[in-house]
């Protein structure tokens, strides 16, 4: 089993920061693919950002290439998103998510799941 806890979000302006951490307990942190997912008002889940187990390789959704920053340090049992040049439309509730493998993460296929922390962008 394991648990996931985000924290860092809030409230921010158009073209602010924010940083979003994973908090994890469980079985080993460091065996999982991890990943972000989110989901706006009235939309579907959808994926943001994954990271391969030993933190090599990372895979970010379109829209938020460029701008959004997926991390893991695997001795803390943390996952991060830094987010900048933020839009109104990231406004969404973030979930932190943990699969097997990244190919299952990004397509959705998720073995655990945070409880989400709500991020807002005003414009």
């Known amino acids: 089993q394991v648990q996931l806890v985000e924290s860092g979000g809030g409230l921010v302006q158009a073209g602010g920061s924010l940083r979003l951490s994973c908090a994890t307990s469980?079985?080993?942190?460091?065996?999982?693919?991890v990943g972000w997912f989110r989901q706006a008002p009235g939309k579907e889940r959808g994926f943001v950002a994954g990271?391969?187990?030993?933190?090599?390789?990372?895979y970010y959704a379109d829209s938020v290439k460029g701008r959004f920053t997926i991390s893991r340090d695997n001795a803390k049992n943390t996952l991060y998103l830094q987010m900048n040049s933020l839009k109104p439309e990231d406004t969404a509730v973030y979930y932190c998510a943990a699969s097997n493998y990244i190919a299952t993460l990004t397509s959705g296929d998720i073995s655990y799941w945070g409880k989400g922390t709500l991020v807002t962008v005003t414009s």
């Open positions: 990271i391969t187990d030993d933190g090599l390789d990372q």
């Open positions: 469980g079985r080993s942190f460091r065996s999982y693919a």
